[in-house]
């Protein structure tokens, strides 16, 4: 993946599906890690070595990417982070978020 940080909405009918989800980023090549935070966890700025994309299966989560802005993710919706690219994150709302991230190692 190259380029700029991008977020994809849900588009589909009704919540989605973790493990549709998890099928779709590993048929992409990526590793996939399902992951959760309780409201008010935060994230300081940091970057990472590989590209991930994060699908967010419940609740919502903020994500500030360098001087790209702020985006706020809910439930079937997905980013496109590239290596490198500094952000912070922080869950908002009072509920806890499920998300899958996915690594291409």
Same mark, same amino acid.
């Given at each position: ?63 500030? *990417? !360098? &001087?790209?802005? /702020? #985006?706020? %993710? ?10 490198g690219t ?5 869950? *908002? !709302? &009072?509920?806890? /978020? #499920?998300? %899958? ?5």
């Amino acid at each position: 993946m190259s380029g700029n940080y991008r977020v994809e909405k849900w588009a589909g009918a009704g919540s989605p599906d973790g493990n549709e989800l998890r099928a779709k980023l590993e048929g992409e090549g990526y590793k996939v890690l399902e992951w959760s935070d309780r409201p008010g966890i935060t994230y300081s700025t940091h970057q990472h070595e590989e590209d991930q994309s994060h699908c967010i299966v419940s609740g919502q989560i903020e994500f500030t *990417v !360098g &001087d790209q802005g /702020v #985006f706020v %993710l809910g439930a079937g919706d997905r980013d496109y982070l590239p290596a490198g690219t500094p952000h912070s994150a922080r869950v *908002v !709302g &009072d509920e806890v /978020v #499920f998300y %899958l991230i996915g690594a291409k190692v």
